[in-house]
């Protein structure tokens, strides 16, 4: 099994809508997570970071993580054209200090106006 | 803007020829990691580093060797560049210490011949 894993998609939304990204992760990787958007050709961006078990929302972003289910997901409220990227999730794998993050495949995001 | 910088943003070269890409920020922070993302991989960690002469490797370091002799700058090279090489290159650091909180260069295009 992957260490985090994501459905490449591509997720395609009626503007106005909300956007579910779904992704997976091993037992190896710990309890912290993140999500990062990359437009085409740009270098990905941190827009999430979640830490705890429940929800975390920062504008119309809400990060969810579910740990019992190892499970994590970001919900874009109101899609809006804009939004159309490439989202990557990732999980810090290993140690406090000498740690790594390892990304999931991404899911190409399409909100159609 | 983290002050990250890499270099070249784009090469083409032969298979066999050695190449080295740099990365370079200006705020002196400790971790600094080296990706390559392909169509359908996602980003994969190549090496990455926890300080001067601290590094180790990634998911897909076969064929990679780094270095770090200053803080400032994080070099990877492929000794002998093969075709499965081609791909585009990113470097992040962090500058929350050793979290998934990473802010990414532009890239460096990579094409093997």
């Known amino acids: 099994q992957k260490e985090v894993e994501q459905n490449s998609g591509p997720l395609s939304v009626p503007e106005g809508a909300i956007a579910s990204l779904n992704c997976t992760y091993s037992?190896?990787?710990?309890?912290?997570f993140f999500w990062y958007r990359q437009y085409s050709g740009k270098s990905p961006e941190l827009i999430m970071s979640i830490y705890s078990n429940g929800d975390k929302e920062d504008g119309r972003f809400t990060a969810q993580l579910n740990k019992a289910s190892q499970y994590v997901s970001l919900l874009i409220r109101d899609s809006q054209p804009s939004d159309s990227a490439t989202y990557l999730c990732?999980?810090?794998?290993?140690?406090?200090?000498?740690?790594?993050?390892?990304f999931g495949q991404g899911t190409t995001l399409q909100v159609k106006p | 803007d983290a002050g990250i910088t890499q270099s070249p943003r784009h090469k083409v070269t032969e298979t066999g020829t050695p190449v080295t890409l740099r990365c370079h920020q200006t705020e002196n922070h400790r971790y600094m990691y080296w990706y390559r993302q392909d169509p359908g991989h996602g980003l994969r960690l190549i090496h990455y580093s926890y300080g001067v002469k601290d590094t180790d490797k990634g998911e897909v370091s076969d064929g990679y060797s780094v270095s770090r002799s200053k803080t400032e700058d994080f070099l990877l090279t492929l000794e002998s560049a093969t075709s499965s090489q081609t791909s585009v290159y990113f470097c992040a650091i962090s500058t929350t210490g050793a979290s998934g909180e990473l802010f990414f260069g532009e890239g460096s295009r990579l094409t093997v011949l």
């Open positions: 990732a999980g810090w794998y290993g140690s406090s200090n000498t740690g790594k993050l390892i």
């Open positions: 037992d190896r990787v710990s309890q912290s």
